[in-house]
Nanobody, 122 residues
Framework: VDLVQSGGRVVRPGDSLTLSCASSARLYSSHFMGWFRQIQGKEREFVAGIRWGTGKTYYTDDTKGRFTVSRIQAENTLYLRMNNLKPEDTAVYFC????????????????WGQGTQVTVSS
């Protein structure tokens, strides 16, 4: 499965931004799609995710209330809406597919998007 991302750019603190992730293949109800971010020299960390079938969403304490993950099943496309962005949100953002369901551990994911840079700076 190829995951193609778009949407990263430079924004100012307090701005909003939406990332997208399109799958080349159909996604199934048992799949889990996650958004991760990575800063150079650090491990890839989970920020949000969604069960493809039920739409149940998951966030971290840092992203809950600011980020919203959603999907359009018919288009096999995943989104991450990020509001009130902070400089510490600056990172490369990745979408990932976990065929086995919900998990926040990056190494357990089966496919990854190419990554997109989000920079929050005044």
């Amino acid at each position: 499965v190829d995951l193609v991302q778009s949407g990263g750019r430079v924004v100012r603190p307090g701005d909003s931004l939406t990332l997208s992730c399109a799958s080349s293949a159909r996604l199934y109800s048992s799949h889990f799609m996650g958004w991760f971010r990575q800063i150079q020299g650090k491990e890839r960390e989970f920020v949000a995710g969604i069960r493809w079938g039920t739409g149940k969403t998951y966030y971290t304490d840092d992203t809950k209330g600011r980020f919203t993950v959603s999907r359009i099943q018919a288009e096999n496309t995943l989104y991450l809406r990020m509001n009130n962005l902070k400089p510490e949100d600056t990172a490369v953002y990745f979408c990932g597919l976990n065929r086995n369901g919900y998990d926040t551990t990056a190494r357990l994911y089966n496919s990854w998007g190419q990554g997109t840079q989000v920079t929050v700076s005044s």
